[in-house]
């Protein structure tokens, strides 16, 4: 039911709210009920996550800071340091790319930006367990490493070709 009121030359339309019987109480009732007993799952906002992302961007890598100019420039969703528990293992991912704007499909590809230090075999076998955890879960469908010293001399149009040419649930090293 809709009323309507004349307000200094302008038509306003009030609806009326159902009045409040048991019924429509009791079920505001059980899905408030229902959503705070919703197990969350992910990390807590205010915690590591929010303190660790906060160090981590404001560390100075000129390769990461390069492939996120590139993104920006994409049509292309991303966000940079993105926090992720896996199996109670809490990682941080340098990128991921949720979605591509243009031919509009969903992603989920993470793209690591690889130091020197990546180089070394126990690292390697470090970002083999990493990569395995992370594809195991649906919250990454692809991963995307990148040498820093490639990445420094990426162009945007050969990351977005690398991006648009992974296959969902593989490992591509550049």
């Known amino acids: 039911m809709a009323e309507t009121f004349l307000t200094l030359g302008r038509v306003r339309k009030k609806t009326l709210t159902p009045k409040a019987t048991p019924e429509l109480l009791s ?38 800071s390069h492939i996120d100019a590139l993104l920006s420039g994409l049509p292309v969703v991303f966000r940079r340091e993105h926090p992720l528990v896996v199996d109670k293992t809490q990682y941080f991912l340098d990128f991921i790319v949720i979605s591509i704007k243009a031919p509009r499909r969903k992603l989920r590809l993470a793209i690591e930006v690889d130091g020197g230090y990546h180089s070394t075999p126990a690292q390697m076998e470090k970002d083999r367990i990493r990569e395995r955890n992370l594809l195991a879960t649906s919250r990454v469908n692809a991963i995307l490493r990148i040498d820093a010293s490639a990445a420094l001399l990426m162009a945007k149009d050969e990351l977005y070709r690398l991006m648009l040419g992974i296959k969902m649930g593989s490992v591509k090293i550049v």
Do not use: H
């Not at 007993?37 to 996550?49: D, E, F, H, T």
């Open 27 to 64: 079920r505001k009732n059980d899905l408030s009920a229902k959503r705070k007993s919703r197990k969350r799952v992910g990390l807590n906002k205010g915690s590591w996550a929010k303190a660790t992302r906060a160090k981590l961007l404001s560390k100075e890598n000129m390769a990461e």
